[in-house]
């Protein structure tokens, strides 16, 4: 999973291959600067 440094928008590879496939980048705000997460993160986030 990743995670975007600027929206903080979490999203499988898969997810984000589906918005671009072949550009690297967040799906939400297009940012390129992306962190890898692992599934071992909280589930506070709530998907509004
Ligand atoms: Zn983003």
Redesign the pocket.
């Known amino acids: 999973m990743y995670v975007?440094v600027?929206?903080g928008?979490v999203f499988t590879k898969e997810e984000m291959e589906e918005f671009f496939r072949r550009d690297f980048k967040?799906p939400?705000?297009g940012?390129r600067i992306l962190r890898k997460v692992r599934k071992e993160v909280p589930k506070r986030v709530k998907a509004v």
């Open positions: 975007c600027r929206c928008y967040c939400r705000c940012y």
